[in-house]
């Protein structure tokens, strides 16, 4: 079983969609959870950083967590073309701790 | 702040022929890493410095893959010999020390 697993889509939504991507984890020790925004061509870029679970809300991004169930959620409201990426969601035990991506899903919003 | 530096952006080599990729990160940034990104996959992490000491390779492929970090600045990666599978994106990435990491454009590798 791989540790961070992920759809892969793609995902083709219209301009103003609410997106839900979607992560589930196998190991219970990992605390930290990041979702990473790759556009194509470029290096990954922290997008959200979570410590255990609960939600964090930024502007049209929001991540949840729910440990109990190895699940981790990062929505888009009023999504736009400029959303369209690749969406890496990654884990780690400790902040010193190396990241593990998951596969990726890839997004396209459509005007 | 200049971001994370790499060069080549592309690169096209033979099977079996060697390839060296380069990495600046941000200044100041003790920490450095190199990943790989197969097409469709996550980035896998391959080695990790401090400064210029390894803390985790252990996904490295020491039979062909090498790589260092000079005066705990630039770092090299070097393939030899190249495997097709070797075909993928080698990004690097540079952190303060249990800090959010900054990761280049990456060098895009074809193994004919």
């Known amino acids: 079983q791989k540790e961070v697993e992920q759809d892969p889509g793609p995902l083709s939504v219209p301009e103003g969609a609410i997106v839900s991507l979607n992560c589930t984890y196998s190991n219970s020790a990992f605390q930290y959870f990041m979702w990473y925004r790759q556009y194509s061509r470029k290096g990954p870029e922290l997008l959200m950083y979570?410590?255990?679970?609960g939600n964090k809300e930024d502007g049209r991004f929001t991540a949840q967590v729910d440990k109990s169930s190895k699940y981790i959620s990062l929505f888009i409201r009023d999504s736009q073309p400029s959303d369209s990426a690749t969406y890496l969601c990654?884990?780690?035990?400790?902040?010193?701790?190396?990241?593990?991506f998951g596969p990726g899903t890839s997004l396209s919003v459509i005007p | 702040e200049a971001g994370v530096a790499q060069s080549p952006r592309y690169k096209i080599i033979e099977k079996r022929q060697s390839v060296a990729f380069w990495c600046n990160p941000i200044s100041g940034h003790a920490t450095l890493y190199w990943y790989q990104q197969i097409l469709g996959q996550g980035p896998k992490l391959l080695i990790q410095?401090?400064?210029?000491?390894?803390?985790?390779d252990s996904q490295l492929p020491k039979d062909r893959f090498s790589a260092e970090r000079l005066k705990g600045v630039d770092s090299t990666l070097k393939i030899q010999p190249a495997k097709l599978e070797d075909s993928a994106v080698y990004l690097c990435?540079?952190?303060?020390?249990?800090?959010?990491?900054?990761f280049g454009p990456g060098t895009r590798l074809t193994v004919l």
């Open positions: 990435a540079s952190s303060l020390v249990g800090r959010e990491e900054f």
């Open positions: 410095f401090q400064n210029n000491g390894v803390v985790d």
């Open positions: 990654a884990i780690m035990k400790t902040s010193y701790d190396k990241v593990i």
């Open positions: 979570t410590y255990s679970s």
